[in-house]
């Protein structure tokens, strides 16, 4: 249990053009999902918390505008990067936890993260 | 804002010998988890600890929570190969992991 699935696994794009990423927990209802991304050799850095139905947390110095987040069901959320440019060329991770269910999938409150994303921007 | 920081970056070990990292925050935490990515893989969560002094074992793999709780040690004894990844710490809710141990292991 506790699968979290991400499409597409990569993708290459022209710049200027914009790339949605899906994040799907499978078989658990994600009340929060995060989206992460990751430079070679470093750590996650947290991009923004998406919660079912609400607007999307974004951390300091991440553009809401340019990376959309939408979280429109308890199993799915999207990050969309708009007008991409070869900075934005990244391992993007989503994760998703399930809070506050009784015998739910994250026991511990922990985060079930999907294969990641690999986006180039050419 | 809340720090943490994880050492050492980067952890070369002979296989069959013992080796720790260390993650520790500039405040109080109320939890640390800690998770492992394999090399072009994506982060799986090992551990979660919450009481001061708290220490849990997964076989070769034993984790702390310091007195204070604002540090945690991950202590791998006898390496295997298949042991080799990043090691994250992760705490609080908004906060990104730590910037992670990369174990490498010779045989």
């Known amino acids: 249990g506790a699968v979290v699935s991400q499409h597409p696994s990569w993708v290459i794009c022209k710049s200027g053009t914009s790339v949605k990423i899906e994040c799907r927990s499978l078989d658990f209802q994600a009340t929060t999902m995060f989206w992460y991304r990751q430079f070679p050799k470093q750590s996650l850095m947290l991009m923004a918390t998406?919660?079912?139905?609400?607007?999307?947390?974004?951390e300091q110095g991440v553009e809401k505008d340019k990376f959309l987040i939408n979280h429109a069901s308890l199993t799915l959320s999207t990050l969309t990067v708009t007008s991409a440019h070869p900075e934005d060329s990244s391992f993007y991770i989503c994760?998703?936890?399930?809070?506050?269910?009784?015998?739910?999938?994250?026991?511990?409150?922990?985060?079930?993260f999907g294969p990641g994303t690999r986006l180039t921007v050419l | 804002g809340q720090q943490v920081m994880q050492i050492p970056q980067y952890q070369h070990v002979q296989e069959g010998e013992d080796f720790t990292t260390y993650c520790n925050s500039s405040?109080?935490?109320?939890?640390i988890q800690w998770y492992k990515q394999r090399p072009g893989g994506h982060p799986v969560f090992l551990i979660q600890l919450v009481k001061s002094g708290e220490v849990k074992k997964q076989k070769r793999l034993t984790f702390q929570f310091g007195e204070a709780k604002k540090n945690s040690s991950l202590h791998i004894t006898a390496t295997q190969t298949t042991d080799v990844g990043t090691y994250f710490c992760?705490?609080?809710?908004?906060?990104?992991f730590g910037a992670g141990t990369t174990v490498t292991v010779r045989a």
């Open positions: 405040t109080t935490l109320s939890n």
């Open positions: 992760w705490v609080g809710y908004k906060l990104s």
């Open positions: 998406s919660n079912e139905g609400s607007k999307a947390t974004y």
């Open positions: 994760s998703a936890r399930a809070e506050g269910l009784a015998g739910g999938a994250s026991k511990y409150n922990e985060q079930f």
